[in-house]
Nanobody, 121 residues
C-alpha cells in the first residue's frame, strides 16, 4: 500500500525558512513525479512545486518562484521542499503527492496526510 508521510512543518516568522520532507513507501517512488500542494483555510488546494522522476524537470507556482526549491533523493525515496523568505500568505497545510507524470493539476494518484505550516507576521 502506497504511503506518503510529510514532516518538517511548524511555526516560523516572516522571512524565515523551513524544509519539508516527504518519504514515500509502498511504491516505486523513483518512477513517479512528486509534487507539493498546499491548502489554506477556506481556499482550494493549489500546486506549489513539482519534480519529475529523475529531478531533471521542475515546476513552480509563480507565488513561490525564487523562494522555494524542490528536490528529491531517490535513494531515500524522499522529496524535499526548501522554503526561504517565507510570507504569512504561505500559511497552509502542505501535502506531498505522487503521480506517473509531472503536472500542476491536483490529479495526483497518491497523497500524504499533510503538515501544517504557519508563518507569523
Amino acid at each position: 500500500q502506497a504511503q506518503l508521510v510529510e514532516s518538517g512543518g511548524g511555526l516560523v516568522q516572516a522571512g524565515g525558512s523551513l524544509r519539508l520532507s516527504c518519504v514515500a513507501s509502498g511504491l516505486a517512488a523513483s518512477r513517479y513525479a512528486l509534487g507539493w500542494f498546499r491548502q489554506a483555510p477556506g481556499k482550494e488546494r493549489e500546486f506549489v512545486a513539482g519534480i519529475n522522476w529523475n529531478g531533471a524537470s521542475t515546476l513552480y507556482a509563480d507565488s513561490v518562484k525564487g523562494r522555494f526549491t524542490i528536490s528529491r533523493d531517490n535513494a531515500k525515496n524522499t522529496v524535499y521542499l526548501q522554503m526561504n523568505g517565507m510570507k504569512p500568505e504561505d500559511t497552509a497545510v502542505y501535502y506531498c503527492a505522487a503521480h506517473r507524470f509531472l503536472t500542476t493539476s491536483p490529479v495526483y494518484s497518491y497523497w500524504g496526510q499533510g503538515t501544517q505550516v504557519t508563518v507569523s507576521s
